[in-house]
Structure formats: structure tokens, C-alpha cells
């Protein structure tokens, strides 16, 4: 819950994502008129909000039936073939933040 007495400080972040992933990641934060960071920020918080009943399982998801559509297209238009499974396969390089 936000309110007025919330200190909002931001930070520069230095991390390294896959290059099709960030495709469809600005190509969605430009569809929803917002930054790359507030969408990230969108994001990450929703991931920390649990289904009810499903705890650990499922968390809640901060896009409606325009935005999924929307993820749908963009992952079709720069080729992101994959899914969260698959990210369990992707190498790990030094480096990585």
C-alpha cells in the first residue's frame, strides 16, 4: 500500500537479461505509456503477492487481457521462443548480475 508518507528512493541497476526478453519487456512498458523500470517494478511486486490458497505455486499477475495480448504479439514479432521453464537450461556466465 503506497501513501504520502512512503520514501520512493530509486537506484541505478546494472544487470544483464537476455536480448529478446528485453525486447518484449520495452516493447510492453511503451505499450502501457510507462518505463521500463515502473514495468519491472510492476512486475517484481505482483511476483511477491501470492494466489491465496496456492502459496509458492502461483502469484498474481499485474497484466490484463490487453497487455497478455499484447506479450503474445511482441514475443512473436523479436522470437521469444521460450518460457519460464526453460530459463532453468539458460548458461550461466560470469558476470551475470
Do not use: C, W
Amino acid at each position: 500500500m503506497t501513501s504520502a508518507s512512503h520514501k520512493i528512493e530509486r537506484v541505478q541497476l546494472g544487470v544483464r537479461m537476455e536480448t529478446r526478453l528485453v525486447k518484449v519487456l520495452k516493447g510492453l512498458a511503451e505499450f502501457n505509456d510507462e518505463t521500463l523500470g515502473e514495468l519491472l517494478e510492476k512486475i517484481v511486486l505482483h511476483s511477491f503477492e501470492p494466489v491465496p490458497g496456492d502459496e509458492g505455486e502461483s502469484s498474481a499477475s499485474p497484466h490484463g487481457k490487453a497487455q497478455l495480448k499484447a506479450i503474445e504479439d511482441l514475443k512473436k514479432v523479436y522470437g521469444l521462443d521460450y518460457e519460464i521453464h526453460s530459463a532453468r537450461d539458460f548458461p550461466k556466465q560470469s558476470g551475470d548480475d
